[in-house]
């Protein structure tokens, strides 16, 4: 299983809602992280967890808020969001932290915020 | 400030030719490059990698070759095929031991047949 699963594969969402983006993985990796993809844009790391623990935050606003239950799953909870926070959430995993190893990616999660 | 360059946003290539994908990168202290190919509503799916002690790995139709003292790697496909359209992002991994990829604006591969 190369598989790196992430759900809804689209949201929308108003500006007051809460909601959270799933992402699992059974490939027993220890790094999961998060991507934000605008259109035309290329993917940029917003979180990084290694071996369950928040390892990067790359300056990412508070209203989105991470959490990693297990070393199988990764959410993203979603509070208060704007307009331009509408692009495609990407999850992805790899072996072991800061090691050169490709990173599998899920399908994605399509966010528009209205 | 961009340190994985891809300067060309699209290119279109004939059936059965050869695509030649250009990177270029400004951190010399990059050891490990990785290529991605993207399907729209889909996220990137790993293609080929190769380390900064080669200049060319292979694997089926798909080739790399890194020219170091250059910083400069391209990714050939040959022969290219209809299903080969898609975007394709270069990527390093940060120096340092630090974690997540920095990506290429990404160079959309059309294939005409």
């Known amino acids: 299983d190369t598989e790196v699963t992430q759900t809804p594969k689209h949201l929308v969402m108003g500006m007051t809602n809460k909601k959270s983006l799933k992402c699992e993985q059974h490939?027993?990796?220890?790094?999961m992280y998060w991507y934000k993809q605008k259109a035309k844009k290329p993917p940029e790391l917003m979180f990084v967890y290694s071996y369950e623990k928040l390892s990067i935050n790359e300056s990412v606003p508070s209203r989105f808020s991470p959490e990693c239950p297990n070393s199988s799953l990764l959410n993203l909870h979603l509070h208060a969001l704007q307009p331009e926070d509408s692009a495609l959430y990407l999850c992805a995993s790899s072996e072991r932290s800061g090691d050169n190893t490709e990173a599998f990616f899920g399908q994605g999660t399509r966010l528009t915020v209205v | 400030d961009q340190q994985v360059k891809q300067n060309s946003p699209s290119l279109s290539v004939q059936e059965g030719r050869i695509s030649i994908l250009n990177c270029d990168y400004t951190?010399?202290?990059?050891?490990?490059f990785l290529w991605y190919k993207k399907y729209p509503a889909e996220g990137p799916t790993f293609l080929i990698s190769i380390s900064s002690i080669k200049d060319k790995n292979e694997d089926g139709r798909f080739t790399v070759f890194l020219n170091k003292s250059a910083k400069h790697l391209s990714l050939h496909i040959v022969p290219s095929q209809p299903g080969d359209s898609a975007v394709y992002f270069c990527?390093?991994?940060?120096?340092?031991?630090?974690?997540?990829?920095?990506f290429g604006k990404g160079t959309h591969l059309i294939i005409q047949p």
């Open positions: 490939m027993g990796h220890r790094a």
């Open positions: 990527a390093a991994p940060p120096v340092g031991g630090a974690d997540g990829l920095t």
């Open positions: 951190n010399s202290m990059f050891d490990y």
